[in-house]
């Protein structure tokens, strides 16, 4: 099992950077794929991006291709969400994620960070 803590949400300006962290814990680091999601007020729950657990392979949703990176650093159990160019729409809570395969993280982790949340303004 894989404790995931998110931190780096707040509030920017429309067109702005911002960059989420996600620290784990629990188990060796490498072992799981990583992912980032986001639910918006009435909304559900989306896909964002994720990493497979060697690091080589990301994906990205199509609202957020160009903008937002997945990176993930094995040395300090750790993974992170670059965001630019942020847009009003961007507005959620944001979810870590883990999964035992690379594939299950885009469909159904098994594990999941109590979110963060991320305000853009106009």
């Known amino acids: 099992q894989v404790q995931l803590v998110e931190s780096g949400g707040g509030l920017v300006q429309a067109g702005g950077s911002l960059r989420l962290s996600c620290a784990a814990s629990?188990?060796?680091?490498?072992?799981?794929?990583m992912g980032w999601f986001r639910q918006a007020p009435g909304k559900e729950r989306e896909f964002v991006a994720a990493?497979?657990?060697?690091?080589?392979?990301?994906y990205y949703a199509d609202s957020v291709k160009g903008r937002f990176t997945i990176s993930r650093d094995d040395a300090k159990n750790t993974v992170y969400l670059q965001m630019n160019s942020l847009k009003p729409e961007d507005t959620a809570v944001y979810y870590c994620?883990?999964?035992?395969?690379?594939?299950?993280?885009?469909?159904?982790?098994?594990?999941w960070g109590k979110g963060t949340p991320v305000t853009v303004s106009s």
């Open positions: 990493t497979s657990r060697n690091g080589r392979s990301t």
């Open positions: 629990g188990r060796t680091f490498s072992s799981y794929a």
């Open positions: 994620a883990a999964a035992e395969t690379d594939y299950s993280v885009v469909t159904a982790p098994g594990y």
